[in-house]
């Protein structure tokens, strides 16, 4: 079944409408400064198109992680502020999730206005885990936009929630993907259904575990799998490797083991890596063979030679999927190895490849590194999202617009 998007409202007429749109605005802040509004950007093509439609729109979003209570450090108000400034309009910001200002405010709202609830996080229903109550967050959001109003999903990064300002909401209201999401499916669907050869994947991050779905998923479809990052150095000990004082899931290492027995010829490790002997930006840097990482030291990147075989890799790919940096790359001492490889893919994609960066820390590196954001097919907001969706996990966010 199709799934209807906002074109498919705007034909039907919003004017004077009120309109739910589940936006992602989860932006990281640094002291009550946004550091990267991507997400933000991202979100304003529908929100702009709700607006000059003349929309009555009311946005829920969430940022960070509160305990489902009202947390002063992780307010929305810097994001109303910057959504603000990148819509060129006011954005109201309503003091509560769906209390009395909340309801106030929507009241009040006249055709093209746009009002952000507070963080819908602080409202510990949102996440819970009992249908009932998110079912009745549900009920007071819809109470905001009124019975003929409509429902927008365009927050792709949390798409793979059920919670209830993606799921339930769609459940009682009319419901469509907003553009954003709209594009991220279809974005998505063309990695996995329609797939051009050769098909790369590079994986970075942090820890296996976090990824294990995905690279027994791909290492079946992908003719080559990369990968680097902490996660690299689970790999390496389940090669035997010394991994010094490096990131390490000791628990992983025997499925890393069947993984490279399974799918060696698809797998590439990294051959050499920048070490250093603590975790900070001013840390001396030294790069050694993968398999010769000095004890008391720990890998913070890969190394030249690793860039130049990935490279290789990726020069001759059809279509490439990237999630996750190489190294710490917030430090420019061991940022190379993840500027490297993104910069080998904007070199596959400007000889035809069609690539996807898979959201979170991998978009975040290619705006910090000054890297061209046209140089890529498509950059995802939703890390976790385009993970699970390429593993051939539901997503409830999705599933339940196609109803």
């Known amino acids: 079944m199709s799934i209807k998007s906002l074109d498919d409202l705007l034909s039907e007429g919003v004017s004077g409408r009120g309109v739910l749109v589940r936006s992602d605005l989860n932006v990281p802040l640094d002291d009550g400064r946004i550091t990267d509004p991507g997400r933000i950007i991202a979100s304003v093509p529908t929100l702009k198109e709700l607006s000059d439609a003349g929309a009555k729109v009311v946005v829920t979003a969430h940022l960070g992680r509160p305990k489902g209570e009202p947390d002063p450090q992780l307010s929305l108000a810097p994001v109303a502020e910057a959504l603000g400034d990148k819509l060129g309009r006011h954005v109201q910001l309503a003091g509560d999730v769906v209390g009395t200002d909340a309801l106030a405010r929507a009241e009040g709202l006249t055709d093209g206005d746009i009002l952000l609830l507070e963080n819908i996080r602080f409202d510990s229903r949102e996440t819970s885990k ?13 109470e905001l936009v009124g019975e003929d109003g409509a429902f927008v999903s365009d927050g792709f990064g949390v798409v793979h929630r059920k919670q209830a300002s993606v799921y339930d909401v769609a459940t009682l209201l009319p419901h469509y993907a907003g553009k954003l999401v709209d594009t991220e499916v279809k974005v998505l669907a063309q990695l996995t259904e329609s797939t051009e050869r050769p098909y790369a994947v590079v994986l970075g991050g942090s820890k296996v575990s976090d990824k294990l779905a995905v690279i027994e998923n791909l290492a079946t479809k992908a003719d080559s799998l990369i990968i680097g990052g902490g996660m690299c150095f689970t790999f390496l000990a389940a090669q035997g490797v010394s991994v010094g004082n490096s990131l390490l899931e000791e628990s992983m290492i025997e499925t890393c083991r069947k ?9 590439h490790l990294p051959v050499d890596i920048v070490v250093a002997e603590k975790f900070a930006a001013d840390s001396p840097a030294k790069t050694v063979a993968a ?11 890969i190394g030249p030679e690793s860039v130049k075989r990935f490279t290789t890799l990726l020069s001759n790919a059809k279509t490439i999927f990237w999630n996750g940096p190489m190294g710490v790359f917030e430090f420019p001492a061991f940022s190379a190895g993840t500027k490297g ?16 960066v898979g959201g979170g820390d991998s978009a975040a590196a290619v705006r910090q590194l000054g890297l061209p954001e046209d140089g890529f097919s498509h950059i995802s907001t939703g890390g976790g999202a385009s993970l699970e969706y390429l593993e051939g996990k539901e997503l409830p966010g999705i599933s339940v617009l196609e109803s």
């Open 259 to 267: 993984l490279l027995d399974d799918y060696g010829d698809v797998l």
């Open 291 to 301: 398999d010769k990482i000095p004890d008391g030291t720990m890998g913070l990147d």
């Open 341 to 356: 490889v993104a910069e080998a893919i904007i070199s596959a994609t400007g000889k035809g490849a069609f690539s996807v």
């Open 130 to 142: 009992d249908d009932a109550e998110r079912l009745a967050l549900a009920k007071a959001l819809v």
